[in-house]
């Protein structure tokens, strides 16, 4: 079945610092799933950060960017420079454009 | 305004009680979803739904049943609720005609079963 799988339960980086939370997915219903990132901030619902829905482009939003590769079925979050209001739990996420299959989450805590 | 909502925000239960989580979207999407929280876990899903009189079992239905009497409203029931249940629930809703296919998350409904 499709799946995603992020490999850090938390990842704590500092203030100004880069950031890279890895994810990479199967999938076997489909050839060409959408790839997402979904952040959930604290006491707060999931809402979408980026997504992408064609292989090879990149998605951005707030300073965060992700590429679709098909060749590694990877689809790593990455930011150049976190702040401490990005601490949120970030979930990968595919879509065979009938439900989503989420990872299982990754806690980033930015330390001032 | 929020497009999903649920309710209660915060619900304690006893064992063996029945509780009913409620969730509204006013997206006009068919289907809603149902999903529970835990840590270490990401998003599982219990039941969803293609449209109003639909349910569906997900991945984790054992437990739980839902209804969907509306384009707008999807519940979901524990009729004999227990312990294990205790978690943070999640609706959404998505449009699966949208070829960029994405789901709206209600703010979370958090159960504590005792």
């Known amino acids: 079945g499709d799946s995603v799988t992020q490999t850090e339960g938390q990842v704590t980086v500092s203030e100004s610092k880069s950031l890279i939370i890895n994810c990479t997915y199967s999938?076997?219903?489909?050839?060409?799933?959408?790839l997402f990132w979904y952040v959930r901030y604290p006491g707060e619902g999931l809402q979408l950060l980026l997504k992408?829905?064609?292989?090879?482009q990149k998605g951005s939003s707030r300073g965060f960017e992700a590429t679709y590769n098909k060749e590694t079925t990877s689809f790593h979050l990455q930011k150049a420079s976190v702040q401490e209001s990005d601490s949120a739990v970030y979930y990968c996420?595919?879509?065979?454009?009938?439900?989503?299959?989420f990872g299982d989450g990754t806690q980033l805590v930015v330390k001032p | 305004e929020a497009a999903v909502t649920q309710s209660p925000r915060n619900k304690v239960a006893v064992t063996g009680g029945k509780v009913t989580l409620s969730c509204n979207q006013t997206n006009n999407h068919n289907n809603m979803y149902w999903y529970r929280q835990d840590t270490g876990h990401g998003l599982r899903l219990i039941h969803y739904s293609y449209g109003a009189g639909s349910t569906e079992k997900g991945d984790i239905p054992d437990g739980y049943k839902a209804s969907r009497p509306s384009q707008e409203n999807f519940s979901l029931i524990l009729e004999l609720a227990t312990p294990s249940q205790t978690s943070v629930y999640f609706c959404?809703?998505?449009?699966?005609?949208?070829?960029?296919?994405?789901?709206?998350f209600g703010p979370g409904t958090r159960l504590t079963v005792l």
């Open positions: 999938a076997t219903s489909i050839a060409y799933p959408n």
């Open positions: 992408v829905i064609t292989a090879g």
């Open positions: 996420a595919l879509s065979d454009r009938n439900r989503i299959f």
């Open positions: 959404a809703s998505g449009d699966a005609r949208d070829w960029g296919y994405e789901q709206y």
